[in-house]
T-cell receptor
Framework: KQEVTQIPAALSVPEGENLVLNCSFT??????LQWFRQDPGKGLTSLLL?????REQTSGRLNASLDKSSGRSTLYIAASQPGDSATYLC???????????FGAGTILRVKS | DAGVIQSPRHEVTEMGQEVTLRCKPI?????LFWYRQTMMRGLELLIY????????DSGMPEDRFSAKMPNASFSTLKIQPSEPRDSAVYFC???????????FGPGTRLLVL
C-alpha cells in the first residue's frame, strides 16, 4: 500500500527566504507526482505535475524535482512571500494513474 | 470556465438523515473524483468515474455511501443514513484525460450532529 510522507509538518520562515519542502513515497511504481496548495477553508490548487519519466518541473518561483528510484520529491520555493503561506500537499498516482494518494501536508507560514 | 462547482458549501444535519452532495465538473473533463478530508485521515479518494462510469469505488467507506453520475455535467454523493463520524470536508475534482492534473472544487463542509 502506497504511503506518502511530508517533512516538515510545519515551517515558518521570514519573507525572502528560499525554502524546500520534502515528500517521500514507499512504492516507486507511480505514474506521476503532483504538488498542490490549499488555503484555509478552500479547495486544492494544482501547482506542478511531474510525469514519472520526468526529473523536474518549473513554474515561476516554484521548482519540483522527482527521484522515482529513491521515492522522493522536493518542492523548492524561491524568494518566499507572505502570499505563499498555505498548506502544501504532495500526491502520487498509481493504480491506472488516477488514484491519488496524498501526504498529510506541510503548513507554511511566511512572515513579513 | 467557472471551475468545478460544488453544492452546498456547508451542510449541518442530524444523525440518521440523508445527505446529498452535488458536483458539476469542468466542461469537457471526462474524469470525476470524490475525496474526503479529515484531520485524522487527511485526504482520501472515495470513488472516481470515467465517462460517467464508476471505475474504482474501493475508497467508499461503507454501504451507507453511494455515488452516481447520470451525465457528463453532474454527479452526486449520497450518505444514508448519516453518522457523526461522516463529518468532514468532501471535495469533488475533475480532469481531462488519464493521469492529468486534477482540478478541485471548493468542497462541502459536512457536520453531522
Amino acid at each position: 500500500k502506497q504511503e506518502v510522507t511530508q517533512i516538515p509538518a510545519a515551517l515558518s520562515v521570514p519573507e525572502g527566504e528560499n525554502l524546500v519542502l520534502n515528500c517521500s513515497f514507499t512504492d516507486s511504481a507511480i505514474y506521476n507526482l503532483q504538488w498542490f496548495r490549499q488555503d484555509p477553508g478552500k479547495g486544492l490548487t494544482s501547482l506542478l505535475l511531474i510525469q514519472s519519466s520526468q526529473r523536474e518541473q518549473t513554474s515561476g518561483r516554484l521548482n519540483a524535482s522527482l527521484d522515482k528510484s529513491s521515492g522522493r520529491s522536493t518542492l523548492y520555493i524561491a524568494a518566499s512571500q507572505p502570499g505563499d503561506s498555505a498548506t502544501y500537499l504532495c500526491a502520487v498516482s498509481g493504480g491506472g494513474g488516477n488514484k491519488l494518494v496524498f501526504g498529510a501536508g506541510t503548513i507554511l507560514r511566511v512572515k513579513s | 470556465d467557472a471551475g468545478v462547482i460544488q453544492s452546498p458549501r456547508h451542510e449541518v444535519t442530524e444523525m440518521g438523515q440523508e445527505v446529498t452532495l452535488r458536483c458539476k465538473p469542468i466542461s469537457g473533463h471526462d474524469y470525476l473524483f470524490w475525496y474526503r478530508q479529515t484531520m485524522m485521515r487527511g485526504l482520501e479518494l472515495l470513488i472516481y468515474f470515467n465517462n460517467n462510469v464508476p471505475i474504482d469505488d474501493s475508497g467508499m467507506p461503507e454501504d451507507r455511501f453511494s455515488a452516481k453520475m447520470p451525465n457528463a455535467s453532474f454527479s452526486t454523493l449520497k450518505i444514508q443514513p448519516s453518522e457523526p463520524r461522516d463529518s468532514a470536508v468532501y471535495f469533488c475534482a475533475s480532469s481531462q484525460g488519464n493521469q492529468e492534473t486534477q482540478y478541485f472544487g471548493p468542497g462541502t463542509r459536512l457536520l453531522v450532529l
